[in-house]
């Protein structure tokens, strides 16, 4: 990915809200692989001719595979200021996921103990050993045994509707890592993005829905896309 196609969904003088597109990291890791933090810093280089090293604060991560919508912070007190709401559970962000067969329930709430693992995996405890992770979902849609659903985390742990969906029967469609190994694309997107400016104090909301893939299947996708 060049950095002439960083999807900018806002900016101005404290942050810059951007679209991760599927498997771009959103910050550098061993790999070496382009990530979307060294881009954004690129971008702000080159366009307003800053020299030297340029401060880009990032306040919060998708999974390598997982799309969606990303705040990032140009000054480091906004940095501080946006990464405390993350802190308290005041950033709201909804998800998109596919998952593989029909939830008995059309909405709920799932509630677990989870723990990271020294491999990486996050496994479901009990609660001396994991941390309470909580999310909300509505199912939006049903379609040749796979659940387009709508997801609110109230907790934000690692792989947490990953790992909640699996340990119930519904793994994500196309998890390689809590489902099954078929070599598709994970459906997992954060499509909604909101918080508090870290100077103006406005709530600021974005959206922006995946658009390729698994979701072009869905009907409710065809006619959000019809419409843009």
């Known amino acids: 990915m060049k950095n002439k196609e960083l999807e900018i969904l806002y900016e101005d003088n404290h942050i810059i809200v951007v679209y991760k597109e599927e498997n771009i990291l959103s910050q550098g890791d061993s790999t070496g692989d382009l990530d979307l933090l060294t881009m954004i810093k690129n971008y702000i280089k080159e366009k307003y001719q800053k020299p030297g090293n340029v401060f880009v604060g990032l306040i919060h991560r998708l999974d390598r595979p997982v799309s969606g919508v990303m705040v990032y912070a140009k000054t480091s007190k906004a940095a501080s200021r946006i990464s405390k709401q993350v802190r308290e559970s005041r950033i709201e962000k909804q998800y998109l996921a596919v998952v593989n067969g029909i939830l008995p329930k059309k909405k709920g709430e799932f509630r677990d103990y989870l723990k990271k693992q020294e491999n990486g995996n996050t496994i479901v405890t009990d ?40 340990s119930r029967g519904f793994p994500l469609y196309g998890d390689q890592r809590y489902g099954i190994e078929d070599k598709k694309q994970i459906a997992l ?14 709530k600021l909301v974005f959206e ?21």
């Open 189 to 202: 997107s954060c499509y909604h993005l909101a918080f508090l400016h870290p100077t103006t104090k406005e």
């Open 127 to 166: 609660e001396k050993d994991g941390k309470e992770s909580i999310l909300n979902y509505q199912v939006l849609e049903e379609m040749d045994g796979k659940s387009l659903v709508q997801v609110s985390l109230k907790t934000g742990r690692h792989h947490q509707i990953r790992v909640q969906f699996a």
């Open 208 to 228: 922006r829905f995946p658009k390729q893939g698994i979701w072009e299947e869905f009907s409710c996708f065809k006619n959000i896309n019809s419409e843009k």
